[in-house]
Protein backbone atom coordinates (compact mmCIF):
# COMPACT_ATOMS: atom_id res chain seq x y z
CA UNK A 1 0.00 0.00 0.00
CA UNK A 2 1.23 3.47 -0.67
CA UNK A 3 0.26 6.49 1.99
CA UNK A 4 -2.13 9.06 -0.33
CA UNK A 5 -2.72 11.96 1.76
CA UNK A 6 -3.19 14.74 -1.20
CA UNK A 7 -6.83 15.31 -0.43
CA UNK A 8 -7.21 17.44 3.06
CA UNK A 9 -7.79 15.58 6.31
CA UNK A 10 -11.69 17.44 6.40
CA UNK A 11 -12.91 16.22 2.78
CA UNK A 12 -16.04 14.57 2.79
CA UNK A 13 -15.84 11.23 1.01
CA UNK A 14 -20.21 9.89 0.39
CA UNK A 15 -22.41 8.19 -1.53
CA UNK A 16 -25.94 8.82 -3.16
CA UNK A 17 -29.46 7.64 -3.89
CA UNK A 18 -32.44 9.02 -4.10
CA UNK A 19 -35.74 8.05 -2.81
CA UNK A 20 -38.14 6.85 -5.85
CA UNK A 21 -35.04 4.95 -7.48
CA UNK A 22 -34.12 3.33 -4.09
CA UNK A 23 -36.72 2.92 -1.54
CA UNK A 24 -39.16 0.61 -2.73
CA UNK A 25 -42.57 0.33 -0.58
CA UNK A 26 -44.31 3.07 -2.99
CA UNK A 27 -47.62 2.31 -1.62
CA UNK A 28 -46.48 1.05 2.00
CA UNK A 29 -47.64 2.60 5.20
CA UNK A 30 -49.47 5.86 3.82
CA UNK A 31 -47.10 6.76 1.05
CA UNK A 32 -49.30 7.76 -2.14
CA UNK A 33 -48.69 8.76 -5.83
CA UNK A 34 -45.79 11.04 -7.20
CA UNK A 35 -45.19 12.17 -10.77
CA UNK A 36 -42.95 9.01 -10.82
CA UNK A 37 -45.22 6.77 -9.74
CA UNK A 38 -48.12 7.72 -12.43
CA UNK A 39 -45.31 8.29 -15.14
CA UNK A 40 -44.42 4.78 -15.09
CA UNK A 41 -47.42 3.52 -15.84
CA UNK A 42 -47.33 5.70 -19.46
CA UNK A 43 -47.20 3.26 -22.09
CA UNK A 44 -44.19 3.19 -23.61
CA UNK A 45 -42.91 6.18 -20.94
CA UNK A 46 -40.50 3.67 -19.00
CA UNK A 47 -38.38 0.53 -20.28
CA UNK A 48 -40.49 -2.64 -20.16
CA UNK A 49 -43.04 -0.68 -17.86
CA UNK A 50 -40.65 -1.03 -14.87
CA UNK A 51 -41.05 1.37 -11.80
CA UNK A 52 -40.18 2.05 -8.27
CA UNK A 53 -42.75 -0.12 -6.48
CA UNK A 54 -39.87 -1.89 -5.09
CA UNK A 55 -36.49 -1.20 -6.59
CA UNK A 56 -34.00 -2.55 -4.07
CA UNK A 57 -36.13 -2.13 -0.81
CA UNK A 58 -34.04 0.28 0.87
CA UNK A 59 -37.26 1.12 2.67
CA UNK A 60 -36.96 -1.95 4.63
CA UNK A 61 -33.63 -2.46 3.95
CA UNK A 62 -32.05 0.77 5.45
CA UNK A 63 -30.19 -0.96 8.33
CA UNK A 64 -28.68 -3.67 5.95
CA UNK A 65 -27.73 -0.98 3.45
CA UNK A 66 -25.92 1.54 6.38
CA UNK A 67 -24.37 -1.22 7.83
CA UNK A 68 -22.53 -2.21 4.51
CA UNK A 69 -21.85 1.59 3.75
CA UNK A 70 -19.52 1.47 7.33
CA UNK A 71 -17.75 -1.21 6.40
CA UNK A 72 -16.73 0.57 3.30
CA UNK A 73 -15.80 3.26 4.82
CA UNK A 74 -18.40 6.11 3.79
CA UNK A 75 -18.55 9.31 5.64
CA UNK A 76 -21.92 11.09 4.29
CA UNK A 77 -25.40 9.56 2.59
CA UNK A 78 -26.90 12.19 0.43
CA UNK A 79 -30.09 10.76 0.06
CA UNK A 80 -33.60 11.77 -0.40
CA UNK A 81 -37.03 12.58 0.91
CA UNK A 82 -40.10 11.10 -0.96
CA UNK A 83 -42.39 13.84 -0.29
CA UNK A 84 -45.92 11.96 -0.56
CA UNK A 85 -44.20 9.54 2.05
CA UNK A 86 -44.31 12.22 4.65
CA UNK A 87 -47.52 13.83 3.34
CA UNK A 88 -50.01 11.68 1.39
CA UNK A 89 -52.57 14.06 0.60
CA UNK A 90 -52.40 17.97 -0.39
CA UNK A 91 -52.76 20.10 2.66
CA UNK A 92 -51.67 16.80 5.15
CA UNK A 93 -51.98 15.31 7.45
CA UNK A 94 -48.15 14.50 8.27
CA UNK A 95 -47.90 10.35 7.88
CA UNK A 96 -46.04 9.25 11.46
CA UNK A 97 -44.63 6.21 9.61
CA UNK A 98 -42.83 8.80 7.05
CA UNK A 99 -41.20 10.45 9.86
CA UNK A 100 -40.58 7.19 11.65
CA UNK A 101 -38.27 5.86 8.72
CA UNK A 102 -36.13 9.03 7.88
CA UNK A 103 -35.65 9.71 11.45
CA UNK A 104 -34.53 5.57 12.29
CA UNK A 105 -32.44 6.00 8.98
CA UNK A 106 -30.82 9.31 9.91
CA UNK A 107 -30.00 7.98 13.45
CA UNK A 108 -28.55 4.98 12.15
CA UNK A 109 -26.60 6.47 10.32
CA UNK A 110 -25.21 8.60 12.88
CA UNK A 111 -24.46 5.29 15.09
CA UNK A 112 -22.17 4.63 12.46
CA UNK A 113 -21.03 8.43 12.52
CA UNK A 114 -22.01 8.47 8.72
CA UNK A 115 -23.39 12.28 8.03
CA UNK A 116 -26.63 12.44 7.10
CA UNK A 117 -27.16 14.83 3.83
CA UNK A 118 -30.71 15.10 2.74
CA UNK A 119 -31.90 16.54 -0.41
CA UNK A 120 -35.57 17.93 -0.17
CA UNK A 121 -36.70 17.15 -3.88
CA UNK A 122 -35.49 14.35 -5.90
CA UNK A 123 -37.92 14.41 -8.61
CA UNK A 124 -40.99 12.88 -7.18
CA UNK A 125 -43.57 15.86 -7.17
CA UNK A 126 -46.39 14.37 -5.67
CA UNK A 127 -49.33 13.90 -8.12
CA UNK A 128 -51.91 16.04 -6.37
CA UNK A 129 -49.85 19.07 -7.29
CA UNK A 130 -49.04 18.18 -10.85
CA UNK A 131 -52.77 17.75 -11.23
CA UNK A 132 -52.90 21.69 -9.99
CA UNK A 133 -50.60 22.57 -12.57
CA UNK A 134 -46.86 21.00 -11.13
CA UNK A 135 -43.87 23.30 -11.42
CA UNK A 136 -45.37 25.39 -13.95
CA UNK A 137 -47.83 26.95 -11.43
CA UNK A 138 -46.40 29.27 -8.99
CA UNK A 139 -48.20 27.65 -6.62
CA UNK A 140 -46.15 24.79 -6.18
CA UNK A 141 -43.46 26.91 -5.34
CA UNK A 142 -45.28 27.81 -1.95
CA UNK A 143 -46.17 24.20 -1.79
CA UNK A 144 -42.69 23.40 -1.47
CA UNK A 145 -41.79 25.97 0.92
CA UNK A 146 -44.54 24.09 3.73
CA UNK A 147 -42.97 20.65 2.87
CA UNK A 148 -39.48 21.97 3.35
CA UNK A 149 -40.67 23.99 6.69
CA UNK A 150 -42.16 20.88 7.75
CA UNK A 151 -38.99 18.83 6.98
CA UNK A 152 -36.61 21.35 8.62
CA UNK A 153 -38.76 20.90 12.05
CA UNK A 154 -39.22 17.54 11.84
CA UNK A 155 -35.24 16.69 10.58
CA UNK A 156 -33.37 19.37 11.74
CA UNK A 157 -31.58 17.98 15.08
CA UNK A 158 -30.48 14.66 12.84
CA UNK A 159 -30.01 16.27 9.61
CA UNK A 160 -25.98 17.64 8.52
CA UNK A 161 -26.61 19.08 5.38
CA UNK A 162 -29.44 19.93 3.06
CA UNK A 163 -29.82 20.23 -0.71
CA UNK A 164 -32.82 21.95 -1.71
CA UNK A 165 -33.16 20.63 -4.97
CA UNK A 166 -31.55 17.91 -7.45
CA UNK A 167 -31.10 18.85 -10.92
CA UNK A 168 -33.32 21.50 -11.40
CA UNK A 169 -32.85 21.77 -15.26
CA UNK A 170 -34.28 17.77 -15.36
CA UNK A 171 -37.37 18.85 -13.50
CA UNK A 172 -37.69 21.48 -15.46
CA UNK A 173 -36.78 20.62 -19.26
CA UNK A 174 -36.55 16.73 -19.30
CA UNK A 175 -40.24 16.70 -17.55
CA UNK A 176 -42.13 19.55 -19.39
CA UNK A 177 -40.16 20.27 -22.45
CA UNK A 178 -38.64 17.03 -24.05
CA UNK A 179 -40.96 14.89 -22.12
CA UNK A 180 -37.99 12.16 -21.24
CA UNK A 181 -38.79 12.32 -17.58
CA UNK A 182 -42.11 13.12 -15.55
CA UNK A 183 -44.29 13.88 -16.14
CA UNK A 184 -43.59 13.46 -19.22
CA UNK A 185 -44.80 16.91 -21.00
CA UNK A 186 -43.64 18.80 -24.37
CA UNK A 187 -44.38 22.57 -24.12
CA UNK A 188 -41.26 24.57 -23.82
CA UNK A 189 -43.36 27.29 -22.85
CA UNK A 190 -44.49 24.94 -19.37
CA UNK A 191 -40.95 24.47 -19.16
CA UNK A 192 -39.53 27.64 -18.86
CA UNK A 193 -42.24 28.52 -16.32
CA UNK A 194 -40.92 25.43 -14.28
CA UNK A 195 -37.77 27.03 -14.75
CA UNK A 196 -38.58 29.85 -12.48
CA UNK A 197 -40.79 28.34 -10.46
CA UNK A 198 -38.14 25.60 -9.40
CA UNK A 199 -35.60 28.70 -8.69
CA UNK A 200 -38.65 30.41 -6.60
CA UNK A 201 -38.73 27.51 -4.42
CA UNK A 202 -35.22 27.21 -3.81
CA UNK A 203 -35.09 30.76 -2.72
CA UNK A 204 -37.77 30.36 -0.69
CA UNK A 205 -36.95 27.01 1.32
CA UNK A 206 -33.25 28.95 1.67
CA UNK A 207 -35.19 32.09 3.60
CA UNK A 208 -36.96 29.57 5.06
CA UNK A 209 -34.28 27.77 6.40
CA UNK A 210 -32.20 31.05 7.96
CA UNK A 211 -35.32 31.63 10.43
CA UNK A 212 -35.05 28.25 12.06
CA UNK A 213 -31.98 29.13 14.11
CA UNK A 214 -30.24 25.55 12.46
CA UNK A 215 -26.48 25.27 11.70
CA UNK A 216 -26.20 22.58 9.44
CA UNK A 217 -25.41 24.26 5.58
CA UNK A 218 -28.00 24.57 2.61
CA UNK A 219 -27.32 24.83 -1.02
CA UNK A 220 -28.59 23.51 -4.04
CA UNK A 221 -27.83 20.43 -6.47
CA UNK A 222 -27.11 21.31 -10.34
CA UNK A 223 -26.13 19.72 -12.98
CA UNK A 224 -24.21 22.36 -14.91
CA UNK A 225 -22.98 22.05 -18.42
CA UNK A 226 -19.94 23.47 -20.46
CA UNK A 227 -19.47 21.60 -23.32
CA UNK A 228 -16.61 22.60 -26.22
CA UNK A 229 -17.51 24.02 -29.30
CA UNK A 230 -17.09 22.12 -32.04
CA UNK A 231 -14.53 23.95 -33.41
CA UNK A 232 -12.62 27.45 -32.72
CA UNK A 233 -15.18 29.27 -35.06
CA UNK A 234 -17.06 32.28 -33.16
CA UNK A 235 -20.48 30.52 -34.22
CA UNK A 236 -19.68 27.45 -32.42
CA UNK A 237 -18.29 29.46 -29.81
CA UNK A 238 -21.49 31.12 -29.56
CA UNK A 239 -23.31 27.48 -29.74
CA UNK A 240 -21.19 26.74 -26.29
CA UNK A 241 -22.36 29.92 -24.66
CA UNK A 242 -25.95 29.44 -25.40
CA UNK A 243 -25.75 25.57 -24.52
CA UNK A 244 -23.90 26.94 -21.01
CA UNK A 245 -26.39 29.95 -20.73
CA UNK A 246 -30.24 27.92 -21.56
CA UNK A 247 -28.49 24.84 -19.67
CA UNK A 248 -26.73 25.82 -16.78
CA UNK A 249 -26.84 29.43 -15.96
CA UNK A 250 -30.53 30.25 -16.00
CA UNK A 251 -30.15 28.27 -12.58
CA UNK A 252 -26.71 29.52 -12.02
CA UNK A 253 -27.02 33.32 -12.41
CA UNK A 254 -30.24 34.32 -10.29
CA UNK A 255 -29.35 31.77 -7.42
CA UNK A 256 -25.97 33.62 -7.70
CA UNK A 257 -27.94 37.18 -7.59
CA UNK A 258 -26.65 37.53 -11.39
CA UNK A 259 -30.34 37.41 -12.59
CA UNK A 260 -31.33 35.41 -15.99
CA UNK A 261 -28.37 35.44 -18.51
CA UNK A 262 -28.88 38.11 -21.33
CA UNK A 263 -28.36 35.12 -23.44
CA UNK A 264 -31.29 33.30 -23.02
CA UNK A 265 -33.41 36.45 -22.52
CA UNK A 266 -31.89 38.39 -25.56
CA UNK A 267 -30.64 36.01 -28.19
CA UNK A 268 -33.50 33.27 -27.26
CA UNK A 269 -35.94 35.77 -26.54
CA UNK A 270 -37.17 33.56 -23.26
CA UNK A 271 -39.24 35.35 -20.50
CA UNK A 272 -40.24 34.05 -17.16
CA UNK A 273 -42.74 34.83 -14.89
CA UNK A 274 -41.24 36.63 -12.56
CA UNK A 275 -43.01 38.73 -9.75
CA UNK A 276 -41.91 41.65 -8.07
CA UNK A 277 -39.41 40.39 -5.09
CA UNK A 278 -38.73 37.24 -6.90
CA UNK A 279 -35.20 37.63 -7.93
CA UNK A 280 -34.45 38.68 -4.32
CA UNK A 281 -35.65 35.54 -3.09
CA UNK A 282 -34.00 33.29 -5.67
CA UNK A 283 -30.94 35.01 -4.56
CA UNK A 284 -30.91 33.91 -0.78
CA UNK A 285 -26.88 33.31 0.27
CA UNK A 286 -26.28 29.93 0.12
CA UNK A 287 -23.27 27.92 1.97
CA UNK A 288 -22.36 25.69 -0.96
CA UNK A 289 -23.04 24.47 -4.58
CA UNK A 290 -23.86 20.72 -5.50
CA UNK A 291 -22.24 19.57 -8.73
CA UNK A 292 -22.96 16.40 -10.04
CA UNK A 293 -20.70 15.57 -13.46
CA UNK A 294 -20.85 12.43 -15.40
CA UNK A 295 -19.56 13.93 -19.26
CA UNK A 296 -18.66 16.92 -21.20
CA UNK A 297 -20.65 16.99 -24.58
CA UNK A 298 -19.56 18.88 -27.88
CA UNK A 299 -22.18 21.31 -29.52
CA UNK A 300 -22.17 23.44 -32.72
CA UNK A 301 -24.37 26.09 -33.70
CA UNK A 302 -27.36 25.32 -36.00
CA UNK A 303 -28.65 28.88 -37.21
CA UNK A 304 -31.87 27.63 -38.29
CA UNK A 305 -33.15 25.32 -35.04
CA UNK A 306 -33.95 26.76 -31.94
CA UNK A 307 -32.00 27.00 -29.22
CA UNK A 308 -29.31 27.54 -31.93
CA UNK A 309 -26.94 24.76 -31.06
CA UNK A 310 -27.19 20.89 -31.02
CA UNK A 311 -24.68 18.05 -29.90
CA UNK A 312 -22.18 16.43 -32.68
CA UNK A 313 -20.50 13.24 -31.87
CA UNK A 314 -17.28 13.19 -29.39
CA UNK A 315 -14.37 10.59 -29.92
CA UNK A 316 -14.37 9.72 -26.25
CA UNK A 317 -14.84 6.11 -25.20
CA UNK A 318 -18.72 6.10 -23.49
CA UNK A 319 -20.24 4.56 -20.70
CA UNK A 320 -23.36 2.21 -21.19
CA UNK A 321 -25.47 5.34 -21.24
CA UNK A 322 -23.61 6.30 -24.31
CA UNK A 323 -22.14 9.22 -22.29
CA UNK A 324 -18.64 10.25 -23.38
CA UNK A 325 -15.97 9.93 -20.59
CA UNK A 326 -14.02 12.80 -20.46
CA UNK A 327 -12.34 14.08 -16.90
CA UNK A 328 -10.83 16.69 -18.08
CA UNK A 329 -14.06 18.42 -18.42
CA UNK A 330 -15.27 18.44 -14.87
CA UNK A 331 -12.11 20.21 -14.46
CA UNK A 332 -12.77 22.95 -16.91
CA UNK A 333 -16.63 22.68 -15.35
CA UNK A 334 -15.36 23.32 -11.88
CA UNK A 335 -13.26 26.43 -13.36
CA UNK A 336 -15.98 27.91 -14.55
CA UNK A 337 -18.55 27.53 -11.44
CA UNK A 338 -15.75 28.28 -9.46
CA UNK A 339 -14.98 32.08 -11.20
CA UNK A 340 -19.08 32.94 -11.53
CA UNK A 341 -19.29 31.85 -7.97
CA UNK A 342 -16.77 33.87 -6.62
CA UNK A 343 -15.28 30.42 -5.22
CA UNK A 344 -18.12 29.15 -3.30
CA UNK A 345 -17.57 26.05 -1.63
CA UNK A 346 -18.68 23.10 -4.03
CA UNK A 347 -19.64 19.48 -3.58
CA UNK A 348 -19.25 16.54 -6.41
CA UNK A 349 -22.55 15.81 -4.97
CA UNK A 350 -23.06 12.89 -8.37
CA UNK A 351 -20.73 11.09 -10.14
CA UNK A 352 -20.03 7.93 -11.83
CA UNK A 353 -21.24 5.78 -14.65
CA UNK A 354 -22.93 2.80 -15.61
CA UNK A 355 -21.65 -0.16 -16.85
CA UNK A 356 -22.51 -3.97 -17.91
CA UNK A 357 -22.36 -5.64 -14.77
CA UNK A 358 -22.46 -9.07 -13.84
CA UNK A 359 -21.89 -11.41 -11.09
CA UNK A 360 -19.05 -13.58 -11.91
CA UNK A 361 -18.03 -17.20 -11.12
CA UNK A 362 -16.43 -15.98 -8.26
CA UNK A 363 -19.07 -14.20 -6.47
CA UNK A 364 -17.93 -10.96 -7.09
CA UNK A 365 -18.75 -8.21 -9.89
CA UNK A 366 -15.19 -6.86 -11.45
CA UNK A 367 -15.83 -3.80 -12.60
CA UNK A 368 -12.76 -1.85 -14.01
CA UNK A 369 -14.20 0.30 -16.09
CA UNK A 370 -15.92 1.99 -13.21
CA UNK A 371 -12.65 1.75 -11.05
CA UNK A 372 -10.90 3.50 -14.14
CA UNK A 373 -13.39 6.04 -14.42
CA UNK A 374 -14.13 6.93 -10.62
CA UNK A 375 -10.18 7.27 -10.39
CA UNK A 376 -9.58 9.41 -13.70
CA UNK A 377 -12.21 11.79 -12.15
CA UNK A 378 -11.33 11.64 -8.70
CA UNK A 379 -7.62 12.61 -9.90
CA UNK A 380 -9.29 15.93 -11.59
CA UNK A 381 -10.85 16.64 -8.54
CA UNK A 382 -7.19 16.46 -6.71
CA UNK A 383 -5.56 18.62 -9.49
CA UNK A 384 -9.23 21.47 -8.62
CA UNK A 385 -7.98 21.08 -5.08
CA UNK A 386 -4.65 21.89 -6.10
CA UNK A 387 -5.62 25.03 -8.43
CA UNK A 388 -7.09 26.39 -5.37
CA UNK A 389 -10.87 25.24 -6.29
CA UNK A 390 -12.90 24.77 -2.91
CA UNK A 391 -14.22 21.40 -3.28
CA UNK A 392 -14.80 20.03 -0.42
CA UNK A 393 -16.50 16.88 -0.91
CA UNK A 394 -17.15 13.69 -3.16
CA UNK A 395 -20.39 11.23 -3.40
CA UNK A 396 -19.94 8.54 -5.87
CA UNK A 397 -23.39 7.91 -7.71
CA UNK A 398 -24.31 5.88 -6.63
CA UNK A 399 -24.39 3.29 -3.36
CA UNK A 400 -26.11 0.62 -4.69
CA UNK A 401 -27.75 -0.26 -8.29
CA UNK A 402 -31.50 1.08 -8.42
CA UNK A 403 -34.20 2.25 -10.94
CA UNK A 404 -32.69 4.14 -13.68
CA UNK A 405 -36.19 6.57 -14.43
CA UNK A 406 -36.62 5.94 -18.35
CA UNK A 407 -34.07 2.77 -18.42
CA UNK A 408 -36.14 1.02 -15.94
CA UNK A 409 -33.66 -1.39 -13.96
CA UNK A 410 -31.20 -2.17 -17.42
CA UNK A 411 -28.64 0.53 -16.17
CA UNK A 412 -26.59 0.09 -13.00
CA UNK A 413 -24.38 2.71 -11.55
CA UNK A 414 -24.27 1.36 -8.27
CA UNK A 415 -20.70 0.75 -6.62
CA UNK A 416 -22.67 -2.18 -4.96
CA UNK A 417 -24.46 -4.43 -7.01
CA UNK A 418 -28.20 -5.35 -6.38
CA UNK A 419 -29.44 -8.64 -7.60
CA UNK A 420 -33.20 -7.61 -8.34
CA UNK A 421 -34.93 -10.87 -7.52
CA UNK A 422 -33.24 -11.75 -4.22
CA UNK A 423 -32.28 -8.54 -3.12
CA UNK A 424 -29.00 -9.22 -2.43
CA UNK A 425 -26.17 -6.79 -1.59
CA UNK A 426 -22.78 -7.22 -3.40
CA UNK A 427 -19.82 -5.07 -3.22
CA UNK A 428 -18.35 -4.52 -6.46
CA UNK A 429 -14.67 -3.98 -7.02
CA UNK A 430 -15.21 -0.10 -7.37
CA UNK A 431 -16.60 -0.52 -3.85
CA UNK A 432 -13.40 -1.56 -2.43
CA UNK A 433 -11.92 0.60 -4.27
CA UNK A 434 -13.61 3.62 -2.76
CA UNK A 435 -12.96 1.83 0.59
CA UNK A 436 -8.89 2.60 -0.33
CA UNK A 437 -9.37 5.73 -1.15
CA UNK A 438 -11.63 6.84 1.82
CA UNK A 439 -9.30 5.31 4.19
CA UNK A 440 -6.27 7.29 2.62
CA UNK A 441 -3.92 4.76 0.48
CA UNK A 442 -4.34 3.37 -3.45
CA UNK A 443 -2.88 0.59 -4.94
CA UNK A 444 0.61 1.00 -6.11
CA UNK A 445 0.09 1.14 -9.77
CA UNK A 446 -3.23 2.59 -9.79
CA UNK A 447 -2.34 6.07 -9.22
Known amino acids: ?9 NFLWGCATASYQVEGAAHVDGRTDSIWDTYCRKPGAVYA ?29 RFSISWTRLVPEKGGPVNQKGVEYYRNLCLELKKYGISPAVTLYHWDLPQYLENEGGWAA ?19 DVVERWFTLNEPYCSSYLGYQVGRHA ?3 QNPELANKAVHHLNLAHGLAIQAYRKTGLTAQIGIVLNPVYPRPASGSEDDILAANLACAYETDVFLHPILGKGYPSLVTQTLGITYPIVE ?16 YYFENVVAYTPNTFPYYTQVPNWQQTTEMGWPIVPSGLL ?33 VHDRERCEYLLSHIRTVR ?32 VVYADYASLERIPKDSAYLMRDLMAGFFHKGLD
Not at 50 to 75: I, N, P, T, W
Not at 335 to 360: H, M, P, Q
Open 1 to 9: MEEYHDFPH
Open 49 to 77: GECGEVSVDQYHRYAEDVALMARLGFKSY
Open 138 to 156: RSTAYAFLDYAKLCFSLFG
Open 183 to 185: PGY
Open 277 to 292: GDMDIIASAIDFLGIN
Open 332 to 364: RLLRYISKESNNISLYITENGCACDDKVDKDGR
Open 383 to 414: KAIEEGIAVKGYYVWSFIDNFEWGYGYTKRFG
